[in-house]
């Protein structure tokens, strides 16, 4: 930590200790969202989430792929995530660094183990042919917590793709047509991201907070009060008690978060 | 696709002589800009061309990472021009492909002659171009928004390039080249220019055209790059004629306290006639520039101009003084 976020750390420290942000939030209060869908008409689906000034834009593409040899008869859903250069000073161009390969595989874990999809649904042929639903993640611009940002705009675009119908010619060969429905979905997965400053507890830290946080733990909620992922960053570490806390504290705050979606 | 160019007679034009999208030969898509629509960057533009969406963001001058790519007597350009992978039908392979290395050199070269390298020497200025929707001619408005964005950044220059691909579609020279013309139309030249100065900064060309046709199509390009510089022009204006609304009262108001507060005090201490101090006040306050200041202060003694800088320091000390 260098000497200006030690003093960062401090004024934030002294702040939370009075029961006080550094924007004026309550512990418990997210950023507002706003969510944009069918930006890209090339995608089969695409929305773009802001969580506070944090943006991020998610575009989905359909494919026609060989299932998994473990999971033969379940389509494939894939996220990935970039993290372009305009959105940072300090995000570099090359192949995706720790960060953004962190950020990817949480979301992709959270829908991936969610029931929001059914992958049976998504498979054509067992063993050779499924629908393969790729989200691609660009990060336009980081104003922190872009694990919750990047969530909900996966789903957001996911509530808005369309999926092609195929057509089986005599030789078995799978083409996408013109013609589409929508992909179906159950109640969509959401990532809610705590940070841990000294011994406060904060949901969705802005840019500073994420700076001086010990620690992190993204929880993915599923519908029905599950949870379909989590993971936990940063060396310090949390008790049994901060872990239960920040369950149960999410899993009202995502609730409300949900509503804010984009309805079909 | 390749079914489209094996039936080779989709015709491009009608019998009316309008194109698939309904456009005339010498029509420029729907252009929509934005600048300054990302609030990280030190400067940044958005661009709808057609159904082209692009992203252009400017970082710099800032210092070069790494070292040894810094040049002794001016900045080096960096420009990226990227393809969201959800940018085409087929999805697009995440990693840069040749093609994306190659237009981010052209684009380069296309902004270079434009800059005052020499005034940052071994600095860096970056240019991030992010293609979220290609629809043919994507370099060249990639051109035009990423000029938009390092005048945005304040970077100085010689001037915008602004740029469109014309071409060749059932024989005729047509303007702005969409997606279906510029995968089965007989040519594509996609032209940058700076349209102040007349010159050409980037002239690419496949498929085939007789010399004439060339010059007719520059000709034509010529016209629509005018055309996308006065949209240019007219969202900077915009821009900046917002900025100014905004700043130009504050710092009026900023700048009429300081001068009235000094012009009385100079008034106090230096002229003893009481009914001037009224009238200076209000005389400067129609100038208002520093420059309304000298005049009046030469009136009285020749030595004036130089006692007026160290006034500020000793100002203070008067004050405690007195």
């Known amino acids: ?264 | 696709m390749s079914e489209k160019t094996s039936e080779e007679k989709t015709p491009l034009i009608d019998s009316k002589g309008l194109r698939t999208d309904g456009r005339k030969l010498d029509e420029l898509r729907p252009i929509r800009l934005e600048v300054g629509n990302l609030s990280r960057p030190d400067g940044s533009a958005y661009i709808e061309h057609g159904r082209n969406k692009i992203f252009a963001a400017v970082w710099g001058p800032r210092e070069l990472h790494p070292r040894h790519l810094a040049i002794a007597d001016r900045a080096l350009l960096r420009v990226t021009y990227r393809m969201a992978t959800f940018s085409v039908s087929d999805r697009k392979r995440p990693a840069p492909s040749r093609r994306e290395h190659e237009i981010s050199m052209v684009i380069r070269q296309a902004l270079e002659p434009m800059l005052f390298m020499e005034l940052y020497p071994r600095a860096a200025i970056d240019v991030f171009i992010n293609v979220l929707e290609a629809d043919g001619g994507s370099r060249c408005a990639s051109t035009t928004v990423a000029s938009l964005a390092l005048a945005d950044a304040g970077i100085p220059m010689r001037g915008l390039v602004a740029g469109v691909a014309v071409g060749k579609i059932d024989g005729k020279i047509a303007m702005d080249m969409n997606d279906i013309e510029d995968k089965i139309g007989e040519a594509d030249l996609p032209v940058v220019m700076s349209p102040e100065r007349g010159e050409i900064t980037l002239l690419q060309m496949d498929g085939k055209l007789t010399p004439k046709e060339l010059a007719e199509a520059l000709r034509m390009a010529e016209e629509g790059i005018h055309e996308i510089h006065e949209m240019q022009k007219a969202v900077l204006y915009e821009k900046y004629a917002k900025i100014r609304e905004e700043v130009g009262e504050v710092s009026q108001d900023v700048d009429d306290d300081i001068l009235d507060d000094d012009i009385l005090e100079d008034v106090a201490d230096e002229e003893p006639l009481e009914e001037e101090k009224p009238k200076k006040p209000a005389a400067l306050k129609r100038k208002r520039t520093t420059k309304a200041k000298k005049p009046d202060s030469d009136e009285p003694e020749a030595e004036k101009p130089k006692a007026a800088k160290p006034r500020k320091r000793a100002k203070p000390k008067e004050e405690e003084t007195s």
């Open chain 1, 1 to 264: 930590m260098d000497v200006v976020t030690e003093i960062d750390r401090e004024r934030i420290l002294s702040l939370l200790r009075e029961g006080k942000r550094e924007d004026g939030r309550g512990f418990d209060e997210v950023r507002p969202i706003q969510i944009k869908q069918n930006l890209i008409s090339k995608a089969e689906g695409s929305a773009e989430a802001c969580l506070g000034e944090s943006r991020v834009l998610a575009g989905v593409k359909i494919q026609i792929g060989r299932p998994f040899p473990d999971t033969p008869d379940e389509g494939v859903v894939i996220t990935s995530a970039e993290l372009l250069p305009l959105a940072s000073p300090t995000f570099e161009l090359g192949p995706p660094g720790e960060e953004a390969i962190e950020l990817a595989r949480v979301v992709d874990r959270g829908i991936r183990h969610s029931s929001a999809i059914n992958r049976s649904d998504l498979c054509i042929k067992a063993r050779e042919h499924v629908y393969m639903v790729l989200v691609d993640l660009y990060v336009l611009a980081d104003y922190g917590n872009l694990i919750d940002t990047a969530s909900l705009a996966a789903v957001s675009a996911l509530l808005d793709t369309k999926l092609p119908k195929i057509e089986i010619d005599e030789e078995g060969e799978v083409t996408l047509t013109e013609e589409t429905i929508p992909l179906k979905m159950g109640v969509p997965p959401l990532t809610i991201t705590f940070a841990k400053i000294g011994d406060h507890l904060v949901v969705d830290p802005s840019l500073k907070e994420g700076e001086v946080m010990n620690a992190r733990l993204s929880i993915a909620f599923d519908g029905d009060d599950t949870i379909s992922s989590m993971q936990k960053y940063g060396s310090s570490p949390l008790t049994y008690q901060e872990v239960t806390d920040m369950v149960e504290r999410g899993s009202k705050i995502v609730k409300k978060m949900r509503k804010q979606l984009p309805s079909r």
